[in-house]
C-alpha cells in the first residue's frame, strides 16, 4: 500500500492538492513502527510535500515517520531542512540534537548544526559539532574536511559581517539620492545616447560577488569559504569545464571588483535578498551579496536595484528605448534573437555576437545556445571585437559574469551597455529564471 501512495505522490508532484490529499491518505494509513520500508516512504512523500510548500502536511509525515524510530535520522534531518528554509534557525537546531543525542559523531548532522549556530551567534557549540566529526571514518575524508573548512570559514565571515550589517548596507544604498528608479534610469541611458557617449549599466549577484577580490587580507581570511562559492557559481555557468578558482581565469574574474567600481549604474542585491539568504543560511549566497556590498565606489556613483531589467521590461522602458535606435548590438546565446530584434523593431543592422550559454542550464537551452566554449575560447574574440570605436551603439548584453566585462569594454568604446541578463532568455520562452519563463519583445 506504501509502494502506492509512493507512486500517487510522484503523479502528484506538480499539483499541490492532489499532493497534499495523498499525505493525508499516508497520514491516516496505519503501520508498524517496525517496518523501515514504509518509514522511509513517508520521509520521501513529506520531502515531496516540503518542496511543493506543504509545509503541515510534511511536518506531520516527518513526525510519523520519526514516531516509528526514536533514533531515525531521515526523519529528523529532511524536517530540519525544512524549518531551515522558513527561517526558524533555533526548531532546526533543536530538531538536529534529536539525531545527535543518539549519533553524536552524524557528519552530515553535525555540518548542518554547525552552519545554523554559527549563525545564531553560539560559535562554540558550533565549532564542537565540527569537532565531533570523525574524519577516520568518513568515506571521502578529504571532501569532509573542505567542508568543515568551508562552514568554519562562515562561521567567521557571519560574525564579521553580521545579518544587519548587510541589510544596513543594502538599505543604505536604496535610501542614497544616487539610487536610481527605472525612470531615472532611462533618462540617464537616453542622455548616452543622444550624445553618444560610452555608458554601462551592470547588474551584480552572487556570481559577481564570488569573484570579488577586496584585499590579499581578506582572500587569506575566508580562502576556504571563497573558493567554494567561485566553484559553486562557476559550475553553473561552465559545468566544471573551467578551473574558476586558478588562473588564467581568476586573475580575469577579479577584474569584476573594477568593473562595478566603473560602471555608470550598477544594479545591486537589494535588502529583501540579503534577508532572503540569511533565511536559508546560504553559505555562497550570504558572503558573495555581502562582498558586493563591501565595494567601495565613487561617493556620488550611481546604483539601482539588481533587478532594474525586470523593471525595464515591466515597465516597457527597455522597448521604448530600443524603438529610437537604428541599430544595436547584441551578446547571447541565443542565434534567433538577431532576426527577432530586426523584425520588431525593424533595425537595419544587429551586431551579433554569440556566447555559448550557461552550461549548468544547458537542459533548458536549445543545443545551438550552449554550443562551444565562452571561456578561454569565445571571450578574448568578443573583447577584441568590441574594442573599435562604436559612437553611441546601443548595445544588448546577455552573458553572465562575463557579460559584465563586455559592458565595461562598450563603455571605453564609446558605446552604450545594458546588462539585461535572463531577460534574453525569457524572449525565447527558456525557462532558467522562475517568473521570467515566457517575455512579449515589446
Known amino acids: 500500500m506504501t509502494l502506492q501512495f509512493w507512486h500517487d505522490a510522484e503523479a502528484a508532484r506538480h499539483d499541490k492538492a492532489a499532493l497534499a490529499e495523498v499525505a493525508r491518505r499516508v497520514l491516516f494509513h496505519s ?167 560610452g555608458f554601462s549599466l551592470v547588474r551584480a549577484g552572487d556570481g559577481e560577488g564570488a569573484f570579488a577580490f577586496l584585499s590579499n587580507t581578506d582572500e587569506a581570511e575566508f580562502a576556504h569559504l571563497y573558493q567554494h562559492n567561485r566553484h559553486d557559481r562557476a559550475r553553473v555557468w561552465f559545468a566544471d569545464t573551467v578551473d574558476a578558482t586558478a588562473h588564467p581565469f581568476l586573475g580575469e574574474a577579479f577584474r569584476i571588483t573594477d568593473v562595478v567600481r566603473d560602471a555608470d549604474v550598477v544594479g545591486m542585491p537589494y535588502p529583501g535578498w540579503i534577508r532572503h539568504e540569511h533565511t536559508i543560511l546560504s553559505v555562497t549566497g550570504i558572503s558573495s551579496l555581502t562582498n558586493l556590498l563591501r565595494i ?90 568590441l574594442s573599435m570605436p562604436m559612437d553611441g551603439v546601443l548595445y544588448i548584453v546577455a552573458a553572465g559574469i562575463l557579460g559584465k566585462f563586455y559592458c565595461d569594454r562598450i563603455k571605453k568604446s564609446g558605446g552604450v551597455a545594458l546588462d539585461i541578463g535572463s531577460i534574453a532568455d525569457g524572449w525565447v520562452g527558456s525557462r532558467t529564471r522562475p517568473g521570467l519563463e515566457q517575455l512579449v519583445i515589446g
Not at 516527518?62 to 530540519?80: G, N, Q
Not at 525586470?310 to 538577431?338: A, D, F, W
Not at 525593424?346 to 554569440?354: A, M, P, R, S
Request: aromatic residues 6%; glycine residues 4%.
Open 31 to 197: 503501520f508498524t513502527s517496525t517496518n523501515e520500508v514504509r518509514a522511509a516512504r513517508c520521509v520521501e512523500i513529506g520531502i515531496l510535500a516540503r518542496d511543493s510548500g506543504l509545509h503541515a502536511e510534511a511536518v506531520a509525515l516527518f513526525d510519523r515517520a520519526a514516531a516509528a524510530d526514536p533514533a531515525d535520522i531521515p526523519s529528523r534531518y529532511e524536517k530540519a531542512i525544512l524549518l531551515l528554509h522558513e527561517g526558524s534557525h533555533v526548531e532546526c537546531v533543536q530538531t538536529l540534537r534529536q539525531i545527535l543525542a543518539h549519533h553524536p559523531h552524524e557528519d552530515r548532522t553535525n555540518i548542518l548544526a554547525a552552519r545554523v549556530l554559527y549563525a545564531l551567534g553560539a560559535h562554540h557549540q558550533a565549532s564542537a559539532c565540527l569537532d565531533a566529526i570523525r574524519l577516520d571514518s568518513v568515506h571521502d575524508r578529504q571532501a569532509w574536511e573542505r567542508q568543515i573548512r568551508i562552514v568554519h570559514d562562515f562561521g567567521r565571515y557571519v560574525a564579521r559581517f553580521p545579518k544587519y550589517d548587510a541589510i544596513a548596507m543594502a538599505e543604505r544604498h536604496e535610501r542614497s539620492p544616487n539610487h536610481l528608479s527605472v525612470g531615472a534610469l532611462t533618462e540617464r541611458i537616453t542622455a548616452a545616447l543622444d550624445s553618444r557617449s
Open 296 to 385: 567601495e565606489r565613487r561617493p556620488n556613483a550611481a546604483t539601482c536595484t539588481q533587478l532594474i531589467h525586470v523593471e525595464l521590461h515591466n515597465s516597457k522602458l527597455l522597448y521604448q528605448i530600443m524603438r529610437t535606435q537604428t541599430r544595436v548590438g547584441l551578446i547571447s546565446c541565443h542565434p534567433e534573437l538577431p532576426e527577432r530584434l530586426r523584425s520588431v523593431f525593424g533595425y537595419e543592422h544587429v551586431d551579433y555576437h554569440h556566447v555559448p550559454g550557461e552550461k549548468g542550464h544547458s537542459h533548458l537551452l536549445s543545443e545551438e545556445a550552449v554550443a562551444g566554449s565562452h571561456w578561454p575560447e569565445r571571450y578574448p574574440q568578443i573583447i577584441e571585437a
